[in-house]
Structure formats: C-alpha cells, structure tokens
C-alpha cells in the first residue's frame, strides 16, 4: 500500500501532507479508548484525523471536534473527514490545543491525545518531527491543564505513550488531580518487553485496572487473537 493512503473497512486516510502518518500507536489508542456513551469527543493533536474518524466510526451519537497545530496536518485531517461518511459530526480545528483550551465553551465527555512524547531528548531540526514527536509544544502539564478544564463531569482523558514517558504522566496526572483507571501494557512481540503504555484517567477517584495486550505472537508469526478483536472492525 502507499505510504501517501491508507484504506480501513469504512474510511480512508490520505496522509501525504500530514507531518503525522497513521502507525500503530494511532489504531491502537482510537480502538482501545472507552467510548460507548452519546456527547462530545475531542481529539488533541489530532494528525491524519485517523483517531476521530474511529471515534465516529464507533459512536453514532459522538460529536467530535479535532485539534491540529501543524497547518498542512488540518487541511489533510479536514480532507479525510469530507470524504467520509460521518463528516457532519467531525470539526477540525487549526490551533494549539493551549489557545483551544483557553477559549472552548463546550465540556467533552471524552479526550484523547497520541501526544508528543520526548520530553528530554536531543531536539530534531525539522520541524514538522519537532511538533508531531517531542513535547515542547504541547508539555504533559499543558494537556493535563486543559482536559482538568475541558472535560464534562464524568469525562475521561485517554492517551499512548512508551513506558517510561507513560510512567511519567500517570505521576504528573495524579500531581494535577487526575486518577488512572485503565493501564494497558502493549507488547509488539510475545515474550519481549512492553513498548507502549495506554492510559485512561478520570478527574474521581476508581480502582486501577490493568491488562496487557500483544499485537504479535512472535516475529513472522501473525496477529494474536485479541489485536484482532481489538482493531477488527478497522483493518482490512
């Protein structure tokens, strides 16, 4: 397949303009977030669009309003979502999500981030990988500051990082009042260490839960049952 495309079950994503192309950690969080009830979505960094157009794809009763920084990203995003069949419920929106926070009116009952995640790293030059990987322009403490601020009673902030940056946000959530309820630990491969954490918080208190999930029995071997049930109604 192109690397300019890439075609799920009930959409399609073109992604040559977008400084974010669709990966793994993208499906993953846009297929593993709870989103069940009727309200208002919004998608922080929001890329190819790939995470809003699964919310809607899973929620007939979701509004969702989509937050991009990167200009060429927004007119990508917002080309997605026309050539969809749910673009009646999908805004893109072209501002930092810090001037988003600052302004919106409306309270969301679900947030969701794949957010910049170096946070100490050696800084690119492009800038392009600068906004879509490393944290500068939108730090742990600025998302956190605006979904405390943006979230409807009983609304929830999911989001994917590696482990040790996930670790690192689950402290500076709880510092800011959020509570983690779900950890999920991904494993690329069976038997190796986990690379990507997926976390939801709530602003009251719950019991943690924690599971794991493996995308691949081994190198070579194919999908494991469960990412298959996972992102089943998404890939072809």
């Keep these: 397949m192109s690397n300019t495309c890439f075609r799920f079950k009930q959409f399609?994503?073109?992604?040559?303009?977008?400084?974010?192309?669709?990966?793994?950690?993208g499906v993953l969080l846009g297929?593993?977030?709870?989103?069940?009830?009727?309200?208002?979505?919004?998608?922080?960094g929001a890329g190819t669009g790939v995470i809003a157009l699964m919310l809607a794809q899973r929620n007939a009763r979701l509004l969702i309003d989509a937050v991009e920084?990167?200009?060429?990203?927004?007119?990508?995003?917002?080309?997605?979502?026309?050539q969809s069949p749910w673009s009646a419920r999908i805004q893109v929106i072209h501002t930092s999500f810090?001037?988003?926070?600052?302004?919106?009116?409306a309270r969301y009952q679900f947030i969701v981030s794949n957010p910049p995640y170096f946070v100490n790293a050696l800084q690119p030059t492009n800038e392009k990988r600068l906004i879509t990987r490393h944290a500068a322009t939108l730090p742990y403490a600025a998302l956190l500051d605006g979904a405390a601020t943006l979230l409807a009673p009983g609304g929830r902030l999911s989001v994917i990082l590696p482990c040790v940056e996930g670790e690192l946000f689950v402290a500076q959530a709880a510092a800011a009042g959020f509570y983690c309820t779900q950890k999920t630990?991904?494993?690329?491969?069976?038997?190796?260490?986990?690379?990507?954490?997926?976390?939801?918080?709530?602003?009251?208190?719950?019991?943690?839960?924690e599971s794991s999930l493996v995308i691949r029995l081994s190198h070579g071997a194919g999908y494991t049952?469960?990412?298959?049930?996972?992102?089943?109604?998404?890939?072809?």
């Design 225 to 236: 049952p469960e990412y298959k049930s996972l992102t089943g109604a998404f890939y072809l």
């Design 31 to 44: 297929a593993w977030t709870p989103a069940e009830q009727p309200g208002r979505a919004l998608d922080v």
């Design 98 to 105: 810090q001037q988003f926070a600052q302004a919106a009116a």
């Design 185 to 209: 630990a991904v494993y690329a491969v069976a038997g190796k260490p986990p690379k990507r954490l997926l976390l939801l918080f709530a602003r009251e208190p719950a019991p943690l839960r």
């Design 12 to 25: 399609t994503v073109q992604q040559s303009g977008a400084a974010m192309k669709v990966n793994t950690d």
């Design 69 to 82: 920084i990167d200009a060429a990203s927004v007119r990508q995003a917002a080309a997605n979502v026309q």
